[in-house]
């Protein structure tokens, strides 16, 4: 009779106001991903000094209306964003893990408003470097724990759901920057668009103040019963949450009257002290790596993640409004916007289907879209037929949308054991900022040297045929399953065994 229940009479019966407001302000943390991610797309030409505006700027300062700097400059003030996302997902396991998911997203919220801050002030590629580096820093963290604080506080049956709003947050993000970009890229108004992510910043901190630790994190590590609290408080007064405290293997009854009553005039976002009675283990990456039963997941996941990189998404978030203009010079900046709205409400739209119809295919399906779209755009580049390539672009992302955008992020949490997620999560986003990195790094200068016209895109088709073959080989399923078990079956009994 579950399985029957129409989703919007789940979603009303499990999703409480509360939860709505935890998830609002948790995921402007991937917000500020997407945003920082496409900020310099549309205002690059007047960025780097190539078009001069003709017209005052209304913003009226002492700052340069520009940063000269030609194709490799600009280059690497885009990637050094990606290196700080590394450095960032790199350390956000381990802190999530030790000091909490609550802390880990209170200070990624100090990256956003201090590297925007530069940024918005830079007055040549060093400091506007910075600002990109502080920034990178708290969005790979951001990437990081956001999606392991929705997983351990969604409803249970709709995890994959509510999995799917990091990726509709980063969507959101490149959208809106993409629009800022449209109307302010002229003048000095563009440093406008880098402002935006530091005001934005600042109201998550403030958010965040209402946030509580995630009830699984402090089952694990501080108080059962405070973790009860704060659960029931998020389903809900009337639910029923004795099969997710049952879940946790954790003694969660309400043995201690006095220590309840003091953890029920807690505030919301405070920590007990460390319970001895509650598990505190956790893994670094390399413990993960080396240990029989978790490699499997590890290589699952950083295969996945890398795959949403390589197979060129972020080469049209990053570089597609310069890609396009010779063969659409009056209409490329708005087609990108269409694409950013596209992402957005086909993510959206697309978010239960990885509940219904499994993580999996929805994976598998989104790379042979992907692999598709990437020969037909670079055919249309190619021979300039201008239709083909509008199409390809919207469809590309569209297929991206579908599953190979949101899904990655919440297989971490359903591949391993709560002792390991950190690690695995943290690794495979680590592979995720690589990738991105190699992406924007490399993307105009191999472009360039290919000839332009598109040709890099049957790079990108290359690697979706390739990762897409692997992915179907060694990734298992995870819907409708529960421990590790369960989801790998006989390899891990194997691994064990070895």
Same mark, same amino acid.
């Given at each position: 009779?579950?399985?029957?229940? $129409?989703?919007?009479?789940?979603?009303?019966?499990?999703?409480?106001?509360?939860?709505? !407001?935890?998830?609002?302000?948790?995921?402007?943390?991937?917000?500020?991903? @997407?945003?920082?991610?496409?900020?310099?797309?549309?205002?690059?030409?007047?960025?780097?000094?190539?078009?001069?505006?003709?017209?005052? =700027?209304?913003?009226?300062? =002492?700052?340069?209306?520009?940063?000269?700097?030609?194709?490799?400059?600009?280059?690497?003030?885009?990637?050094?964003?990606?290196?700080?996302? &590394?450095?960032?997902?790199?350390?956000?396991?381990?802190?999530?893990?030790? !000091?909490?998911?609550?802390?880990?997203?209170?200070?990624?919220?100090?990256?956003?408003?201090?590297?925007?801050?530069?940024?918005?002030?830079?007055?040549?590629?060093?400091?506007?470097? %910075?600002?990109?580096?502080?920034?990178?820093?708290?969005?790979?963290? *951001?990437?990081?724990?956001?999606?392991?604080?929705?997983?351990?506080?969604?409803?249970?049956?709709?995890?994959?759901?509510?999995?799917?709003?990091?990726?509709?947050?980063?969507? #959101?993000?490149?959208?809106?920057?993409?629009?800022?970009?449209?109307?302010?890229?002229?003048?000095?108004?563009?440093?406008?668009?880098?402002?935006?992510?530091?005001?934005?910043? #600042? &109201?998550?901190? /403030?958010? #965040?103040?209402?946030?509580?630790?995630?009830?699984?994190?402090?089952?694990?590590?501080?108080? $059962?019963?405070?973790?009860?609290?704060?659960?029931?408080?998020?389903?809900?007064?009337?639910?029923?949450?004795?099969?997710?405290?049952?879940?946790?293997?954790?003694?969660?009854?309400?043995?201690?009257?006095?220590?309840?009553?003091?953890?029920?005039?807690?505030?919301?976002?405070?920590?007990?002290? $460390?319970?001895?009675? +509650?598990?505190?283990?956790?893994?670094?990456?390399?413990?993960?790596?080396?240990?029989?039963? !978790?490699?499997? +997941?590890?290589?699952?996941?950083?295969?996945?993640?890398?795959?949403?990189?390589?197979?060129?998404?972020? =080469?049209?978030?990053?570089?597609?409004?310069?890609?396009?203009?010779?063969?659409?010079?009056?209409?490329?900046?708005?087609?990108?916007?269409?694409?950013?709205?596209?992402?957005?409400?086909?993510?959206?739209?697309?978010?239960?289907?990885?509940?219904?119809?499994?993580?999996?295919?929805?994976?598998?399906?989104?790379?042979?879209?992907?692999?598709?779209? =990437?020969? #037909?755009?670079?055919?249309?580049?190619?021979?300039?037929?201008?239709?083909?390539? +509008?199409?390809?672009?919207?469809?590309?992302?569209?297929?991206?949308?579908? @599953?190979?955008?949101?899904?990655? %992020?919440?297989? *971490?949490?359903?591949?391993?054991?709560?002792?390991?997620?950190?690690?695995?999560?943290?690794?495979?986003?680590?592979?995720?900022?690589?990738?991105?990195?190699?992406?924007?790094?490399?993307? $105009?200068?191999?472009?360039?040297?290919?000839?332009?016209?598109?040709?890099?895109?049957?790079?990108?088709?290359?690697?979706?045929?390739? &990762?897409?073959?692997?992915?179907?080989?060694?990734?298992?399923?995870?819907?409708?399953?529960?421990?590790?078990?369960? /989801?790998? @079956?006989?390899?891990?009994?194997?691994?064990?065994?070895?």
């Amino acid at each position: 009779m579950a399985h029957d229940e $129409p989703l919007h009479k789940s979603l009303i019966r499990d999703t409480t106001a509360y939860f709505a !407001y935890l998830l609002l302000v948790t995921t402007l943390g991937p917000f500020q991903f @997407g945003f920082h991610l496409a900020e310099l797309n549309a205002p690059q030409d007047v960025v780097t000094c190539k078009k001069r505006s003709l017209q005052p =700027s209304a913003l009226s300062t =002492s700052l340069p209306h520009c940063i000269p700097m030609n194709i490799p400059q600009f280059s690497v003030v885009t990637s050094i964003f990606t290196l700080g996302g &590394l450095i960032g997902a790199l350390t956000a396991g381990p802190s999530c893990n030790k !000091y909490g998911r609550l802390l880990t997203m209170r200070a990624t919220t100090i990256s956003f408003i201090l590297g925007s801050a530069i940024e918005t002030f830079a007055i040549d590629i060093a400091m506007l470097c %910075f600002g990109r580096l502080i920034s990178g820093l708290g969005c790979g963290a *951001a990437i990081v724990v956001v999606p392991i604080y929705i997983a351990e506080t969604a409803p249970p049956k709709e995890k994959g759901l509510f999995g799917a709003f990091t990726q509709i947050s980063i969507c #959101l993000g490149i959208l809106v920057t993409q629009l800022l970009g449209y109307f302010l890229s002229k003048g000095n108004l563009w440093r406008i668009i880098l402002g935006v992510a530091g005001v934005i910043g #600042l &109201l998550q901190l /403030v958010g #965040l103040t209402l946030v509580p630790e995630s009830p699984k994190w402090l089952a694990e590590h501080r108080s $059962p019963q405070h973790a009860r609290h704060i659960l029931q408080k998020i389903r809900g007064h009337k639910a029923d949450v004795d099969a997710e405290v049952k879940a946790w293997n954790i003694d969660a009854t309400e043995d201690d009257i006095s220590e309840e009553e003091a953890l029920l005039s807690a505030p919301p976002g405070s920590h007990p002290a $460390p319970n001895s009675k +509650a598990a505190t283990q956790s893994m670094s990456i390399w413990d993960a790596f080396i240990h029989p039963e !978790y490699r499997p +997941a590890i290589i699952a996941v950083v295969a996945v993640m890398s795959t949403q990189q390589l197979t060129g998404i972020n =080469s049209i978030v990053m570089y597609s409004v310069s890609l396009l203009t010779s063969l659409l010079p009056t209409t490329a900046s708005l087609l990108i916007v269409a694409v950013s709205a596209l992402n957005v409400v086909v993510t959206a739209v697309c978010a239960p289907l990885s509940d219904k119809i499994g993580r999996k295919p929805c994976i598998l399906l989104s790379i042979a879209g992907m692999g598709t779209c =990437s020969v #037909l755009l670079a055919l249309g580049l190619l021979f300039g037929i201008k239709i083909l390539a +509008a199409v390809a672009t919207l469809v590309f992302v569209a297929s991206f949308a579908f @599953g190979l955008g949101p899904v990655p %992020f919440i297989l *971490a949490n359903e591949l391993v054991g709560p002792e390991a997620v950190g690690a695995t999560q943290s690794a495979g986003l680590a592979a995720n900022w690589i990738a991105t990195l190699l992406v924007s790094q490399f993307f $105009p200068i191999v472009d360039k040297a290919l000839g332009g016209q598109g040709k890099v895109y049957f790079i990108f088709a290359g690697f979706a045929a390739l &990762l897409g073959s692997f992915i179907a080989y060694w990734v298992p399923e995870t819907k409708g399953k529960s421990g590790m078990e369960e /989801v790998w @079956g006989k390899r891990v009994a194997r691994e064990r065994i070895e």
